[in-house]
């Protein structure tokens, strides 16, 4: 089965009050699920993905994204 | 009698039509509703061309630690807030040993944003257990306090450290369970736990390391009272929030407990969100489970600094980049012209200036600069001939990078949608998070903004229907027997409002924290009055007054 990957990412109001970034996954299976990163997290996926364009995130392993929610302080 | 209202536009709670009448009070309990009532009272007030509704009940606040210097909970209960529940997801200030203390101001800080002076000598912390705790609170309370007891707090008393590294053993589930009574009987509403929420440390909070069965053994003493579990899902995730419906629906029944969730959101960003997380309540909900969504009345505001890089400039990625460069860097990046033409560029491309045009100043530190609080960019660079992200970048280093802006009305923002939501009968508004976030932004002045908006502007209420779920839907939810009534009997918690006045006041900074400590709050607009049981705590003429009626209220 294909690897999941990021289908897209968006900006989205936080219940706290600051700006956190909505990732969509699309599984190998079809099916699709949203992770929320703060914006430490989403910083981290940036540098993780080598990209600086949140379009760009859009095609990228869902390891990186793991690798920051299995560490979250990190 | 003790105090009549006269000649008041009487809406009762119960979602009827609202009558003409007076209403009397004796020794804190409503004996009279309708009619006119013969003779003179102690007080009386003349309700003529005003609501006199049930005192709001406001389901989800943290007001724990502010209660221990302001009883009156300033400012919701000028708001017609007579009731608060704080203790929401998984933090209260009991039952906690005296060495788990710092771990817990760990928590309020980060979830809460409860900045260190709240916590180092506004307050004796002279208690350990539930009843202690509100042993505390006695004496000093302007408003009512229903409290939720935290499960974070319940497993750190009982598994210590290990809290925050596994699961819990039988005898530890025993332990948690017999801690919980002893709240449930000292006077707690209910159980609070969360999913979602991280420590200081960015560590999960105790309450997440539970197993199912852990929480199930808790929703089981839960249910020799039949009293509340109120739930922090993963808000975010619209499959694993239906999940926790599920699981929420499966404790309810099992137990025979009401249930909440919170919060409950509508985004661009996920726009089925709402209507599977409502289609699943509701078949649960037939199913004979209690599982109340929590909606919030107010849209989402965002603030940002230069200091850190908000995800709001993520859309431009030199404007990002920029601001995740180290700090002198960045200084010397945003005073470099050349540099800031190209980020001017980005942002306002072709002259097209609306990207930051909207956005306003919220704080600065400069004495000068303070004019400009409150006010939007756009307005400023109108003034100064420039354009809204010049004068941003330019007001950031005045105050070197520490200027605070505001972007509204973000999320949750369309009233097309959040009306009929808020209006939906398996809809608890609710959610305020009343006495958080005090530094990002006002958590106050909901009940204003659902009665401007949602009754007189868009009218998906009637104003008994939207009365009635502020006070006696609240009630009822949470099991609070003998308020969210006008009705002889039943507490004297009672608003009286302006119903074409009633709203919230523009967002401003205020320094009433400990130490001087800053807030945002939201002052009211069309309250008249607001009386806790019986006793009248605020007045728009002499404010708030020197009132202790309130009461520890429980199910």
Known sequence: MAEATIERAVVTPGHDGSAELLVTLRYGNGGSGHVSLDAD?????????GVTRLEDLAGQSWRHLMRILDQPGE | MDLIIRNGRLVDGTGLPAFLGDLGVRDGRIVHVGGRIPGRATREIDAAGRVVAPGFIDPHTHFDVQLLWDGQARPALEHGVTTVVPGNCSLSLAPLKAEHRPRLVGMFQQIEEMPDAAFDGAFDWTWESFDGYLDALK???????????????????????????????????????????QCLEAGAIGLSTSFVDVDEKLQPVPSRYAHFEEIDALASVLGEYGRMLQVVPEFYATDVTLARVDQLAELSLKHQIPTTFSPLFDSAATPDNVTRVLARVSEQMARGARVWPQVQTRPIDISFTFEVASLLFAGTPGWYRTMRLPREEKI?????????DGLVNEAEPGG????????????????????LVGRSLAE??????????????????????????????????DPARIGPLLAHPMVHIGASDGGAHIQSFATYGDTGYLFRHFVRDRQDFTLEGAVKKITADTARIWGITDRGLLQAGMAADITIFDPDAIDRAEEEAAFDMPEQGMRYVRHARGIEAVIVNGELA???????????SGRVVNA
């Open chain 1, 41 to 49: 997290g989403a910083a981290r996926l940036f540098d993780l993905c």
């Open chain 2, 332 to 340: 010397a990046a945003l005073n470099n012209a050349e540099y800031l």
């Open chain 2, 380 to 413: 400023i660079a109108a003034e100064r001939g420039s354009t809204p992200a010049r004068v941003m970048v330019a007001i950031s280093l005045a105050n070197d990078l520490q200027a605070s802006f505001l972007a509204a009305n973000l999320g949750h923002n």
């Open chain 2, 139 to 181: 004496g000093k309370l302007g408003v009512n306090v229903a409290p939720l007891a935290g499960h974070s707090v319940i497993r750190l008393w009982v598994m210590g450290d290990a809290a925050t590294e596994r699961a819990a053993n039988a005898e530890e589930l025993t332990a948690m369970q017999d801690l919980l009574r």
């Open chain 2, 538 to 548: 605020w007045s728009s003429g002499a404010g708030y007054r020197d009132a202790h």
């Open chain 2, 352 to 371: 097209n200036t609306a990207r930051y045009a909207a956005v306003k100043v919220r704080a600065v530190i400069r004495r000068e600069d303070e004019p």
